[in-house]
Structure formats: structure tokens, C-alpha cells
């Protein structure tokens, strides 16, 4: 679980530096964006990596649920949780879902189409009416204000998975220390706040240029 | 001089035996000092119920002065109540006000089940122990006197904050998920912050976290609240030092 979740941390960043490519320049979104597409490690042996690592998260965070679930069959009459445990930490399940199912969204505007023109359809040049179509087809996801809004929503999401989840992936792996672990808990809070506030800006940027 | 006391309503866990089904009741209790420790109200209100001929509410208690972890109350949503650092029999009265309603339930977890009203069966504590939670000593007439081993003046503290848990279980009443791991934590520091504790270092981890494992814990999600609730401040660093001592043992495996 804390393997996968910073695997998917490390994933996160590389995808928001391409992300905010869009912002400062087309061409050079583009560019990135057609040798992520394209190159041969990337798309054959680091995307099943990075789907195995997704996927093997999703399907621990719930069978660890459903375990830890069945360790109280009955529950306290009267429970204060939030006395000794933030909100964050007691809810991952809840987090982690409406990150899933933006995934489902988010694999329905991008992922799935990209498949389809390089594997069913065999177009690996990434042109469309003689230019390269990633960002427009980016730029043109964000027009819609509803998508927009289950974007930030989501992102919100992201932000509180994140905000336990940063630094209990350490704690899980036993990297503890006196000295280094407020440090990784700040870096964490920094991460989990800006990563996900930058995807917002973002996804605004693209509607609000429109 | 009398001072007044308070008038109390008591929402009790009451349960037969382990196999009944159990319901909350509803006690009044009137004229409680401030001074009490929560055990001696319960005291009174066991004294009113048997002076009334009902059954007085079986709950665990020993030392009463917070060392032998025998006393286990879930006290209005909070193992050992709203104090911190202090077990139910070191709860003071002082702590609620009158009028107050207190909800009293035992510990909830599979691996604890009720025996009777708030008293839960620990044993699972015990059977982890044994699976490792101890160290091999010779007996025969060579053993070497433990002070004869230099260590370090940060281990010995560390190992000896780790012992002073006294496996009460507030770190499993407290969980979300019903985990162990605090308890559990604390048990293998306590031996593998030493040197006399090497000798069996690696089984230790996996022995005691398998047994764990076996009795239904949960797994930790490392929410902190078994620490916040401790009532000896057994620290997060014993779950990370575990982790560790797992994790590279099932490697050297």
C-alpha cells in the first residue's frame, strides 16, 4: 500500500509538470506530450507499470477496508473518533473512491481515446488537421463547466487523500526518525496542498481562456 | 462542611454472558463527588443496584493506580474517557459536570470479546507475548549479569519507555480499525532496542505480528489515535521500528 501510494506520488508530480506545460506554452505541451505518447520504454514498459501500480493500490486500499471493517463487528454505540484522529486519517476509503471514480472520468477524456487512435486506429503521428492535437484536445475538455467542476472536486479529493497519505507512506515503511519526520510531514502537507491547488489552476486556465 | 455532588445519567453496555446479545441501559446515579475516581462511581452505583437486588455491572479493575492494565472502559467515546496519559481508575470525577450523560462501553474488537458487561477477554495480549515477547536466558548457573552489558544511555530509554506499556488495550478500543500494532509495537522495541534481545530479533518480528495477525486484529492505517489514547504515551516510533524489524526479516527469510 505504501509502496504503491509513492510510486503514484512520484507519478503525480511528473504528471503535473506536463500539465503546467499547458499553461506557458502549446508547443512545448505538445512536444512532451508526443514523446510521452510515443516513446517505446514509456508506453510499453513504464504504462503497465504505472496501471499495475493503480490498480494494485485501488484493490489494497479496499481489501484492507473490508479486513480492518470485519476486525469490530460491533461497532461503539457512542464513538468520538475525531477526538484523537483528523477526519483525513479515518476516511481514505472515502478519499480514495471519489479519486477513483474520477479516474473512471478522467480515463474516459483522455486515456481510452489515446489508446484507441494509436492501437485500434494505428495512428502513432499525434497530427490532426496538420498539427499536433494534444493540447487542443486538452484545451477543448475544458469548456464544459460541469467537467470542470468534478475536476476541482476531485482535485479537493486528491488533496485530502494526500494530506494523510503523504507522510503514512513513510510511517508504513518504517522510515521514522526524530530529526527527518516533521520534515517529511511538512514536505507532505506542502505536496498535498500544491500539487492538487496546480491542477485546479489549471483546469481553470483552460475554461476561463476559452 | 458537605459540598454538593453530582447527579449523573449512566449509559451502560449490559451483556449476560459472551454469548447473549447485550443492549445500553440506563442508570441514574445521584450525590457523586468530584473527588471519585470513576471506579468508585461505579462502586456506588454497583452498591445502589445490589441494595435495589439487581445485578451489580461487571467491569475489570485491579491496582487501581494505573499499572496493571486490568481497567478498560470506553467512556463517553474515548478509551479511558476525556483525560489524557491516565488509565479509567486514574479518571476523576472532576472531569464531567452535573447533569452529564456518560456512555460506558467495553473495548470493541473481534480479537476482545465480551466475557460479561465491559469485561472483554485480553487473552489474544497474551498468546502475542508468547509468540515472541520474550528473551532466552540461561538459567544453569552462567547466566551474565545484564548490567555487564554497556548500552547505550538513548536505547535504554527508548527500550524502557516502550516497556512501560501496560497492555491495557486502549490502543485497540481506540483504532479505527480494531489494530494491534501499538501494543504490539511497543512489546518487540522493548526487547529489540537491546542487545540481549538480538538472539531472537528476527523471529520476533514475524512470530508476534503472524499471531497478530491470527487473532483478527486490525491493520494499521497509521491514524495516530492509539497513541493520543495511550495512557502510558507509547509513541508511533515502536509501529515504525516493527515495520522495519518486519519488513527486513521477511527479507533475510
Given at each position: 500500500m505504501a509502496l504503491s501510494g509513492l510510486f503514484l506520488i512520484v507519478f503525480l508530480l511528473q504528471h503535473f509538470s506536463i500539465n503546467l506545460m499547458s499553461v506557458f506554452s502549446a508547443d512545448l505541451f505538445n512536444e512532451v506530450s508526443h514523446f510521452m505518447g510515443t516513446n517505446s520504454v514509456i508506453q510499453y514498459a513504464l504504462q503497465p507499470v504505472l496501471i499495475f501500480g493503480v490498480i494494485f493500490h485501488l484493490t489494497m486500499g479496499m481489501y484492507l477496508e473490508a479486513k480492518n471493517r470485519g476486525a469490530r463487528p460491533q461497532k461503539y454505540a457512542y464513538n468520538k473518533a475525531g477526538a484523537s484522529a483528523s477526519w483525513m486519517s479515518r476516511n481514505m476509503i472515502i478519499t480514495g473512491i471519489m479519486v477513483m471514480l474520477f479516474l473512471g472520468l478522467h480515463f474516459y477524456d483522455f486515456w481510452f481515446p489515446e489508446i484507441k487512435i494509436k492501437f485500434i486506429d494505428g495512428d502513432w503521428s499525434g497530427m490532426e488537421n496538420g498539427a499536433y492535437r494534444y493540447w487542443d484536445h486538452t484545451h477543448h475538455k475544458f469548456v464544459d463547466p460541469i467537467r470542470v467542476g468534478l475536476y476541482c472536486a476531485a482535485f479537493v479529493f486528491l488533496a485530502l487523500h494526500l494530506l494523510h497519505g503523504f507522510q503514512s507512506a513513510f510511517q508504513s515503511m518504517g522510515w521514522?526518525?526524530?530529526?527527518?519526520t516533521p520534515v517529511v510531514e511538512k514536505v507532505g502537507y506542502a505536496y498535498a496542498i500544491i500539487i492538487p491547488l496546480g491542477f485546479i489552476v489549471i483546469a481553470l486556465y483552460h475554461h476561463l481562456i476559452h | 462542611m458537605s459540598e454538593k455532588g453530582m447527579n449523573l445519567t449512566l449509559k451502560i453496555w449490559r451483556q449476560k454472558d459472551s454469548k447473549s446479545k447485550g443492549k445500553m441501559e440506563t442508570y441514574p446515579v445521584t450525590n457523586i463527588s468530584e473527588h471519585m475516581s470513576f471506579l468508585e462511581m461505579l462502586d456506588v452505583l454497583n452498591e445502589q443496584l445490589v441494595e435495589e437486588g439487581k445485578e451489580p455491572v461487571a467491569f475489570d479493575h485491579d491496582c487501581r493506580e494505573g499499572i496493571c492494565g486490568m481497567c478498560s472502559l470506553h467512556i463517553n467515546g474515548e478509551a479511558h474517557g476525556p483525560d489524557r496519559r491516565v488509565t479509567t481508575c486514574q479518571?476523576?470525577?472532576?472531569?464531567f459536570n452535573d447533569g452529564d450523560t456518560i456512555h460506558i462501553e467495553p473495548w470493541r474488537a473481534k480479537a476482545f470479546?465480551?466475557?460479561?458487561?465491559l469485561i472483554v477477554d485480553r487473552s489474544a495480549f497474551d498468546r502475542i507475548q508468547h509468540a515472541g515477547g520474550f528473551i532466552s536466558v540461561n538459567t544453569s548457573g552462567n547466566t551474565i549479569d545484564a548490567n555487564a552489558i554497556p548500552i547505550e544511555k538513548e536505547d535504554a530509554d527508548e527500550a524502557f519507555n516502550a516497556a512501560t506499556c501496560i497492555g491495557c488495550g486502549a490502543c485497540v478500543a481506540s483504532c479505527k480499525n480494531a489494530s494491534a500494532m501499538l501494543f504490539v509495537g511497543a512489546k518487540i522495541s522493548q526487547f529489540s532496542?537491546?542487545?540481549?534481545?538480538?538472539?531472537e530479533a528476527k523471529n520476533r518480528a514475524l512470530n508476534m505480528v503472524k499471531q497478530m495477525d491470527l487473532e483478527g486484529f486490525g491493520n494499521c492505517t497509521n491514524t495516530g489515535a492509539c497513541e493520543v489514547q495511550c495512557p502510558k504515551g507509547i509513541s508511533l516510533d515502536n509501529i515504525a521500528r516493527m515495520n522495519r524489524d518486519f519488513l527486513s526479516a521477511s527479507v533475510k527469510k
Amino acid at each position: 500500500m505504501a509502496l504503491s501510494g509513492l510510486f503514484l506520488i512520484v507519478f503525480l508530480l511528473q504528471h503535473f509538470s506536463i500539465n503546467l506545460m499547458s499553461v506557458f506554452s502549446a508547443d512545448l505541451f505538445n512536444e512532451v506530450s508526443h514523446f510521452m505518447g510515443t516513446n517505446s520504454v514509456i508506453q510499453y514498459a513504464l504504462q503497465p507499470v504505472l496501471i499495475f501500480g493503480v490498480i494494485f493500490h485501488l484493490t489494497m486500499g479496499m481489501y484492507l477496508e473490508a479486513k480492518n471493517r470485519g476486525a469490530r463487528p460491533q461497532k461503539y454505540a457512542y464513538n468520538k473518533a475525531g477526538a484523537s484522529a483528523s477526519w483525513m486519517s479515518r476516511n481514505m476509503i472515502i478519499t480514495g473512491i471519489m479519486v477513483m471514480l474520477f479516474l473512471g472520468l478522467h480515463f474516459y477524456d483522455f486515456w481510452f481515446p489515446e489508446i484507441k487512435i494509436k492501437f485500434i486506429d494505428g495512428d502513432w503521428s499525434g497530427m490532426e488537421n496538420g498539427a499536433y492535437r494534444y493540447w487542443d484536445h486538452t484545451h477543448h475538455k475544458f469548456v464544459d463547466p460541469i467537467r470542470v467542476g468534478l475536476y476541482c472536486a476531485a482535485f479537493v479529493f486528491l488533496a485530502l487523500h494526500l494530506l494523510h497519505g503523504f507522510q503514512s507512506a513513510f510511517q508504513s515503511m518504517g522510515w521514522r526518525h526524530q530529526k527527518y519526520t516533521p520534515v517529511v510531514e511538512k514536505v507532505g502537507y506542502a505536496y498535498a496542498i500544491i500539487i492538487p491547488l496546480g491542477f485546479i489552476v489549471i483546469a481553470l486556465y483552460h475554461h476561463l481562456i476559452h | 462542611m458537605s459540598e454538593k455532588g453530582m447527579n449523573l445519567t449512566l449509559k451502560i453496555w449490559r451483556q449476560k454472558d459472551s454469548k447473549s446479545k447485550g443492549k445500553m441501559e440506563t442508570y441514574p446515579v445521584t450525590n457523586i463527588s468530584e473527588h471519585m475516581s470513576f471506579l468508585e462511581m461505579l462502586d456506588v452505583l454497583n452498591e445502589q443496584l445490589v441494595e435495589e437486588g439487581k445485578e451489580p455491572v461487571a467491569f475489570d479493575h485491579d491496582c487501581r493506580e494505573g499499572i496493571c492494565g486490568m481497567c478498560s472502559l470506553h467512556i463517553n467515546g474515548e478509551a479511558h474517557g476525556p483525560d489524557r496519559r491516565v488509565t479509567t481508575c486514574q479518571l476523576h470525577m472532576r472531569m464531567f459536570n452535573d447533569g452529564d450523560t456518560i456512555h460506558i462501553e467495553p473495548w470493541r474488537a473481534k480479537a476482545f470479546p465480551v466475557i460479561k458487561d465491559l469485561i472483554v477477554d485480553r487473552s489474544a495480549f497474551d498468546r502475542i507475548q508468547h509468540a515472541g515477547g520474550f528473551i532466552s536466558v540461561n538459567t544453569s548457573g552462567n547466566t551474565i549479569d545484564a548490567n555487564a552489558i554497556p548500552i547505550e544511555k538513548e536505547d535504554a530509554d527508548e527500550a524502557f519507555n516502550a516497556a512501560t506499556c501496560i497492555g491495557c488495550g486502549a490502543c485497540v478500543a481506540s483504532c479505527k480499525n480494531a489494530s494491534a500494532m501499538l501494543f504490539v509495537g511497543a512489546k518487540i522495541s522493548q526487547f529489540s532496542l537491546l542487545p540481549q534481545g538480538q538472539v531472537e530479533a528476527k523471529n520476533r518480528a514475524l512470530n508476534m505480528v503472524k499471531q497478530m495477525d491470527l487473532e483478527g486484529f486490525g491493520n494499521c492505517t497509521n491514524t495516530g489515535a492509539c497513541e493520543v489514547q495511550c495512557p502510558k504515551g507509547i509513541s508511533l516510533d515502536n509501529i515504525a521500528r516493527m515495520n522495519r524489524d518486519f519488513l527486513s526479516a521477511s527479507v533475510k527469510k
